[in-house]
């Protein structure tokens, strides 16, 4: 089941499904009513909840260092990125608990793992995401309920956010810098992210829990000169 504020784009994303037979709900992850309406549907359809994936985020271009970043930003960021995977996970934990199992899969990124400049309420966001799995990981543990994260680096494809503003030339500069910050090379693509989060979902990391998974080439294991 896709969650989305754009219903017409979980839909697309559904009928692009190879193989599967996706659902939609359409929810504001932020407001607390949606979230638990969310999951009172997907688990009357499902019959309950497996894997819980929280891959929501925005990341705005005018929000930069810290004195740069407008409260207006701030407090979006936080709300989207923080407080939508809080209030999804609470509203599914308690069918996971209830049926003794769960597997939560939240996307953070390599700016929970190190500083990125002028990324100050982003990055702020997303070490709190990673926090959150581990506190999760911890207090459910013994209910069946695992949580870890994913730490990407930036995408071949720059979020909406940064998309509306770059144009081609910008463009080429972000992927050559990603390439040049990554041992391996290369820019990280959707399915990596997305291999990384099946390994998460599955019983191959069935003894992982509270863990923080970097999918970056290797970007934050080095320091550049």
């Known amino acids: 089941m896709l969650a989305d504020l754009d219903l017409a784009r979980a839909q697309q994303s559904a009928s692009g499904a190879s ?5 939609v709900v359409q929810a504001d992850l932020t ?3 949606q979230c638990a309406r969310m999951a009172a549907e997907a688990q009357e359809a499902l019959g309950g909840i497996d894997v819980l994936c929280n891959t929501a985020g925005i990341d705005p271009p005018g929000a930069k260092k810290v004195h740069e970043t407008s409260e207006a930003d701030w ?3 936080l709300e989207v990125n923080l407080k939508g995977v809080f ?5 599914l934990i308690p069918i996971m608990v209830a049926q003794g199992s769960g597997a939560i899969v939240n996307v953070a990124s390599q700016g929970a793992l190190l500083t990125m400049p002028a990324m100050a309420a982003y990055g702020v966001s997303k070490a709190g995401v990673l926090q959150l799995t581990r506190q999760i990981a911890v207090d459910y543990a013994r209910d069946g309920v695992r949580a870890n994260c994913v730490c990407p680096s930036g995408l071949v494809s720059p979020s909406l956010d940064r998309l509306s503003v ?9 992927a ?4 040049r ?7 990280c693509t959707p399915e990596d992210v997305a291999s990384a989060m099946l390994f998460f979902a599955s019983g191959m ?6 863990a923080a998974l970097p999918v970056e080439g290797g970007a934050t294991t080095a320091m550049k000169f």
Do not use: H, K, N, Y
């Not at 193989?19 to 659902?23: I, K, L, Q």
């Open 19 to 23: 193989g599967a037979v996706a659902r």
């Open 31 to 33: 407001v607390a009513d």
């Open 75 to 77: 407090d979006r960021i």
């Open 87 to 91: 209030l999804s996970c609470r509203a």
């Open 166 to 174: 770059l144009g081609a030339e910008q463009l080429e500069r972000r």
């Open 176 to 179: 050559e810098a990603m390439r």
């Open 181 to 187: 910050a990554a041992p391996l090379g290369r820019v």
């Open 205 to 210: 990391s069935g003894f992982v829990t509270g």
